[in-house]
């Protein structure tokens, strides 16, 4: 298994300019001009941490090139760092201060023993100014809990934990447990010990192209890190994993509710569904019009949506109730049984792969009306390869369920299980 510092490291060495010695990267393009402050200072800690002459070396010069670059005393921005060189001395990102600040603590906590005075002295300096940038940026406007409490455990003082609702902020919590000497092991179980797939709570997890976009904890802890992604560099930020024995979790976090067998993934809250199985195939049910909930069922979940009384069917798409599921060469969909693209409620809906079938059933149980689902591509919410060359693919397929006309007062399910 690969150290957390040789994945960053070696992601960072792909896209490091041997002209500048920086690592060059935008928007997730790597081998672009410009030259992003956070993950060079992710990839300087990343080569401190090989614990080798050249690695210190290298980190150690980086990082001064890098402090040349704090935001200076006559400024708005003081103490804080660019979200990208070519910006100095405009610091746009206010939150910028408490995601560089744990990387320089970790750095004198973990390798003081190397370090020289003077450089730690200006450590020393970087971090001071950064802790009054984030105090600065607190009178002015409050920090959100996730931020209010990486300001303290920076100094020190433990706060209650968050309530996170994405990986990207389970990944933050954990630099922040880490900060405060707490154990880091519970983060483990968000993640599926078989698929090595994230599936805690997930409102805002993206998808790029036909996969669930990888994540921060997925890496740490332990899943392959095979493919090369710019997300790789903010390994370096994250503690040392312990070598824990991998076992399937279930229970609730959050307000969230997650489900762990050998082969599926899934979670979900009253207004969103999310499974996972194997071939990175993936389902998501997000909110929609009217007020859902949910309910747990043998092999699957069946959620209830209250329709709004108010709408307008002179739309030509009003869409009520959808799901997403991922084009592949493997999916087949069927409908009783047959191939369609257009089904009605009561039929079932089939996602048919390898390793597990997905049925779908949409049912009305109170009110009238007439409804017509069809089958279509599309994108689902927070789909990120939608640019470039592909800005106009389409990575999912899309079962949804018009309205053609209805009652005031209706209400709909779908009963979701998987085989």
């Keep these: 298994m690969k150290r957390l510092s040789d994945i960053a490291l070696q992601f960072g060495r792909s896209c490091q300019s041997p002209r500048t010695g920086f690592v060059h990267l935008f928007m997730d393009q790597p081998k672009s001009d410009t030259i992003p402050v956070y993950e060079n200072f992710c990839f300087a800690l990343a080569l401190i941490r090989q614990k080798t002459a050249e690695g210190i070396s290298e980190g150690k010069d980086i990082l001064e090139r890098l402090y040349a670059f704090q935001a200076p005393e006559p400024t708005l921005w003081k103490g804080n760092f660019p979200v990208y060189l070519h910006d100095f001395p405009r610091c746009w990102n206010p939150l910028q201060s408490l995601k560089v600040a744990?990387?320089?603590?970790?750095?004198?906590?973990?390798?003081?023993?190397v370090l020289d005075s003077e450089f730690k002295e200006k450590t020393n300096r970087a971090i001071v100014g950064l802790l009054q940038h984030a105090e600065q940026q607190r009178t002015r406007r409050p920090l959100l809990p996730l931020w209010e409490r990486r300001y303290?455990?920076?100094?020190?003082?433990?706060?209650?934990?968050?309530?996170?609702?994405?990986?990207?902020?389970?990944a933050e919590e954990l630099i922040s447990s880490d900060l405060l000497g707490m154990s880091t092991d519970d983060f483990a179980k968000l993640v599926h010990p078989i698929l090595g797939v994230y599936c805690g709570p997930c409102r805002e997890e993206a998808q790029e192209g036909p996969s669930p976009k990888p994540t921060l904890l997925e890496w740490w802890t332990g899943a392959e890190a095979n493919q090369p992604h710019p997300l790789q560099l903010e390994l370096a930020a994250l503690p040392d994993r312990h070598?824990?024995?991998?076992?399937?979790?279930?229970?609730?976090?959050?307000?969230?509710?997650?489900?762990?067998?050998?082969?599926?993934?899934?979670?979900?809250?009253?207004?969103?569904?999310?499974?996972?199985?194997?071939?990175?195939?993936s389902l998501v049910i997000p909110k929609m019009l009217g007020r859902s909930r949910i309910e747990e069922k043998e092999r699957g979940v069946k959620l209830t949506l209250d329709l709004p009384e108010e709408f307008d069917v002179s739309q030509n798409d009003l869409v009520e109730l959808a799901a997403f599921t991922d084009v592949s060469p493997e999916t087949e969909i069927f409908i009783n049984g047959q191939k369609a693209s257009v089904f009605g409620l009561g039929d079932q809906v089939e996602i048919r792969t390898p390793n597990k079938t997905v049925t779908l059933t949409f049912n009305l149980i109170e009110g009238s009306g007439d409804f017509c689902g069809h089958l279509s591509r599309s994108n689902r919410p927070l789909q990120k390869s939608c640019?470039?060359?592909?800005?106009?693919?389409?990575?999912?397929?899309?079962?949804?369920?018009?309205?053609?006309?209805r009652s005031a007062k209706s209400q709909l399910s779908l009963t979701f299980s998987l085989t």
Excluded: M
């Design 387 to 405: 640019k470039g060359e592909a800005l106009f693919e389409a990575f999912d397929w899309k079962i949804a369920l018009r309205t053609l006309r």
């Design 152 to 170: 303290w455990a920076l100094q020190g003082k433990t706060t209650p934990c968050i309530s996170a609702t994405s990986s990207e902020e389970w």
């Design 102 to 113: 744990p990387l320089l603590r970790r750095l004198l906590r973990d390798f003081s023993h």
């Design 243 to 281: 070598d824990l024995e991998p076992t399937l979790w279930s229970g609730s976090i959050n307000g969230w509710t997650v489900r762990q067998d050998q082969s599926v993934a899934l979670s979900y809250s009253q207004e969103f569904v999310r499974c996972l199985w194997p071939g990175s195939h």
